[in-house]
């Protein structure tokens, strides 16, 4: 499976959710199939998103779409976002 891991910035957090949430099917719809978001516990408005991808490809190309820069802006993203695409090589025991 493939993972791509966003972190970023945001100006606020709740107005920042809201609008990823109402983008959830349009991630579904681009090969995104799910993920977990992180939060830093220090600072609410740093934000980390690990998605789970088909593939890096449809990984790469959602996130040049001009869809994803709009949601971006108005998501309220203060910066730009590091952004890593990852292929997950072994699950490991605690």
Known sequence: MAQF?????????QHFKAV???HASIR???GCKGGRLFRSTQDPNDVVI???WEDNAKARTFAA???LRQAMERAG??????MHYLDE???FPA
């Open 5 to 13: 891991l966003l972190h970023h910035r945001v100006r606020d957090y």
């Open 20 to 22: 990823f949430d109402a």
């Open 28 to 30: 579904k719809l681009a």
């Open 50 to 52: 690990l998605f789970e």
């Open 65 to 67: 779409s001009q869809d």
């Open 77 to 82: 993203l203060a910066g730009r976002p590091e």
């Open 89 to 91: 090589i072994e699950a």
